[in-house]
């Protein structure tokens, strides 16, 4: 026996070893090198003496002989035992042995027996380690082989590989053997570098596909490590192979119920969910996939509780290799109001459809499972939410994949009972979103408008499912004068609050326009009106002591931008509170942003608002916008801007009509989702002809008004209007008679003809006339009330040099 214990050899070998030759009187006649190493005794003091005197207690020889048993020393197979010897230093040495008889003799005298020893640990230490060996080979419980040098099989246990197309015999095979050429090369190539390199292998898992049976396969994790040679030459490779399968199947199984359950979550459009949840599906699932849905969930409705099971359905997404074959056509619920399936929402598996024989007589596969060509294998699970169904979910298998069996139906399932939740999610929401983007729709104007002043065109773009609808709104509100008002605002936030802060704010501006407030003017008051708002909801929550279920809400604020454009004069005063400035497209090709004085936006409240004038030639294009069109995260707002200006001239604002230019200018917007609402508001410029325009200024004497009157009876024969020569000529008589008798002079007369025929009254006087129900004893204070009988509509507006009171009448028809 070697004295070190790094030596793993069988401890008996008899190279090398600790030995001592003993005669049959049991007295030492020979002793090893190795025996001198082990116990500190040289040979020339050992041998001659009794190998009793070398025992630590003299007086156990007996007891070390009884070891023997029946076999004793006269045995030929020898026995071992084991003895406490003394050390030549006295310290004590605890040996196993063993003794073999012997026929010859040496060492001076006939020899009986031959005694191997070596430290009790090391022999322990062997016997573990072929204990181990031993039954390691034996169990079943992982497959154990071992391969030579040239990675040929010398040694396996029965549960190497326990599959279908395993030869019962390995020893001398390859892997090559029985394995695809694929997974052979596999796992030969790591066996390689193991033998070559010395580093083990651990868990490595790879898949094993017998070539009798290539279906599927197996999955296995292998670990290995090289076996070496004494001289450390390496001899082979020791492998263990673990069937994984199973774990690795319900590890699948859970990343697919996890990445499924992700996909389910990225949208809240019914379309792209159930389009994300097959893309998951197929091809990690099942060759093909397809989702069906109930047609009123895609408008936000969803069937009747008590709805029959044969509800036809709408394909709405298919993903895999026969996609193409499954994309058209309409499907049913399987119609059996009776199964218990049908009532618990289960789902429903189809194995060995390829090997259905046709004909009477036979199980016929259920038609949605033979949708498929080819398919062995199918299952579907339907949607079902809040006890309603409203939609299935379908998978198949083709060619080589395995079978779907019950815990593929298990796992189809639980993501079905998933999507149907996001779907049914998704579909409350486009409810909703279909209910506000329509309620937001209700309150904005027409998208295009004409009037004497401009032609206008707009563009309203909601934002994606996920921002939510959003309060923008514009406006196109005529004025006196054949003037016009343009409006464009966004609210802050989205949601149905958005929505009902635009209608309340849509509504403001055109009471306050109707008042012929100016812009920085009316700005001030739909200010106020915001921060009693904001007021208003502050009182509202302090003093409700039982708040009830939450009411969306968000911040009131908001920006405006109002413009009044005077065809007449052809200036446009405008002003901002915090809105983009304007874009200008000139008749000579040229863009530029108005350069305003923005205010703080609407609800701020304590700042003024300053008012820009601008002079717009005639076929002049105004852009008004809101910040979604430049603000949509691919740059910053000046980039936008300028994107804007390119647009606009791309387009030809100028040389088309602005309602086939507005889509031009939105196309492809965004790259992206929408995450804010997008407004356009397109204006071309007119202007009133000369001709169409009679200005008279008179002085502050009563005996003007009959010179009024021939001026204009004049003034409208020329304009072929003859027909409103009576009630003009009393709304006229009437008009300046008030402003002589209360207001004095001087006084300016003014006939516009555009799409009516305004006739204006301006004085320096700053009171509003007021119309009164006169009694049947006064001689006045019926002229307002004539005016108001013959006109289409009248009114008043300031002035900066006092007030102008106006009527408009209905042209005749050519």
């Known amino acids: 026996m070697r004295a070190t214990e790094s030596n793993q050899d069988y401890p008996f070998a008899v190279t090398n070893t600790a030995a001592a030759l003993l005669d049959d009187a049991g007295t030492v006649v020979g002793w090893t090198p190795a025996a001198e190493a082990l116990l500190e005794r040289r040979s020339a003091d050992v041998c001659g003496r009794p190998a009793r005197q070398l025992l630590a207690d003299a007086g156990s020889w007996e007891a070390v002989l009884a070891q023997g048993g029946h076999g004793g020393q006269d045995g030929q197979e020898g026995w071992e035992g084991r003895a406490t010897l003394r050390r030549g230093s006295g310290s004590e040495l605890e040996i196993g042995f063993r003794a073999v008889p012997l026929d010859d003799g040496a060492c001076g005298g006939p020899a009986r027996c031959l005694v191997l020893g070596a430290p009790l640990e090391l022999v322990a230490q062997w016997r573990q380690d072929h204990a181990f060996t031993h039954e390691l080979f034996l169990q079943g419980r992982v497959g154990l082989a071992v391969f030579g040098a040239d990675l040929r099989l010398l040694r396996t246990n029965t549960h190497l590989l326990p599959y279908t197309g395993v030869p019962v015999d390995l020893k001398g095979r390859r892997l090559g053997d029985f394995l695809w050429a694929e997974d052979a090369r596999i796992i030969d190539d790591r066996l390689r570098e193991v ?37 450390g030459h390496p001899m082979g490779v020791a492998t263990v192979f673990t069937d994984v399968t199973d774990h690795e199947r319900a590890r699948g199984r859970l990343d697919l119920l996890y990445r499924a359950t992700g996909a389910l979550g990225g949208s809240l459009s019914v379309p792209r969910t159930v389009e994300d949840l097959v893309a998951v599906l197929a091809p990690a699932f099942g060759d093909c996939a397809a989702v069906d849905v109930a047609e009123t969930v895609l408008t936000g409705g969803e069937p009747p509780a008590g709805a029959p099971l044969t509800l036809p359905l709408i394909r709405m997404a298919v993903a895999g290799a026969e996609a193409d074959a499954l994309r058209t056509g309409t499907a049913h619920f399987p119609a059996s109001p009776a199964a218990p399936a049908a009532r618990e929402c289960r789902g429903e598996l189809a194995t060995g459809l390829g090997d259905r024989p046709a004909g009477p007589g036979h199980d016929e596969a259920p038609e949605w499972a033979g949708a498929v060509p080819g398919a062995h294998s199918a299952m579907t699970a339907p949607l079902c939410a809040r006890g309603i169904r409203f939609g299935r979910l379908t998978l198949w298998r083709t060619g080589d994949a395995p079978p779907l069996d019950e815990d593929d139906l298990a796992l189809l399932e639980e993501i079905a009972a998933r999507a149907a939740v996001a779907v049914d999610n998704a579909r409350r929401y486009t409810k909703e979103r279909r209910t506000a983007v329509g309620l937001q729709r209700s309150l904005l104007p027409p998208a295009t408008a004409e009037t004497p002043a401009l032609e206008a065109a707009s563009v309203y773009l909601p934002a994606d499912a996920e921002s939510g609808v959003g309060g923008d709104w514009f406006d196109v509100i005529p004025l006196s004068s054949a003037r016009v008002a343009l409006v464009v605002g966004d609210v802050a936030g989205h949601g149905l609050h958005a929505t009902a802060m635009m209608g309340r704010l849509r509504s403001a501006v055109r009471a306050m326009a109707d008042l012929e407030l100016e812009p920085e003017e009316l700005l001030a008051h739909v200010d106020d009106m ?20 939450p009411v969306p809400g968000g911040p009131a604020g908001a920006t ?35 350069e305003l004085s923005p205010g703080p936006p609407l609800g701020v409240g304590g700042w003024p608002f300053e008012p820009v004038e601008r002079e717009l030639p005639a076929g002049s294009v105004l852009a008004l916008y809101t910040d979604g069109l430049i603000e949509r995260g691919e740059g910053d707002i000046d980039q936008g801007m300028e994107d804007l200006a390119a647009r606009l001239l791309r387009a030809d604002v100028l040389g088309r009509p602005l309602r086939q230019a507005r889509h031009d200018i939105v196309e492809g917007l965004p790259p992206g989702r929408l995450r804010d609402d997008v407004t356009l508001l397109l204006a071309r410029t007119r202007m009133v002809a000369e001709d169409a325009l009679a200005t008279w200024h008179l002085a502050a004497d009563p005996a003007v008004v009959a010179e009024a009157r021939h001026l204009v009876l004049d003034q409208l024969t020329a304009w072929d209007l003859d027909e409103l020569a009576f009630s003009t000529e009393l709304i006229v008589s009437e008009l300046v008679t008030n402003a002589i008798r209360h207001a004095g002079g001087p006084v300016r007369l003014r006939l516009i003809r555009a799409d009516t025929l305004t006739c204006e009254v301006s004085d320096s006087s700053n009171t509003q006339p007021r119309m009164r129900r006169a009694r049947n004893s006064e001689e006045g ?7 108001a009988q013959l006109s289409h509509r009248w009114g008043s507006r300031y002035t900066a040099g006092g007030k102008t009171v106006w009527s408009e009448q209905s042209l005749p028809l050519a």
């Open 530 to 549: 915001v921060l009693q708002v904001v007021a208003e909801a502050e009182s509202d929550d302090a003093e409700d002591g039982d708040p009830g279920p």
């Open 560 to 594: 405006c931008l109002y413009a009044v454009y005077d065809p007449v004069t052809r200036n446009c005063v405008m002003a901002s509170a915090g809105h983009p400035p304007p874009a200008v497209v000139s008749p000579d090709g040229t863009v530029e942003y108005v």
């Open 781 to 787: 204070g019926r002229g307002l009330y004539i005016v």
């Open 195 to 231: 033998l070559h390199g010395g580093n083990p292998l651990i868990g490595f898992n790879t898949t094993a596909r017998t070539l009798d049976d290539p279906r599927g396969g197996r999955v296995v994790t292998i670990q290995a490590f090289r076996l070496q040679e004494p001289d």
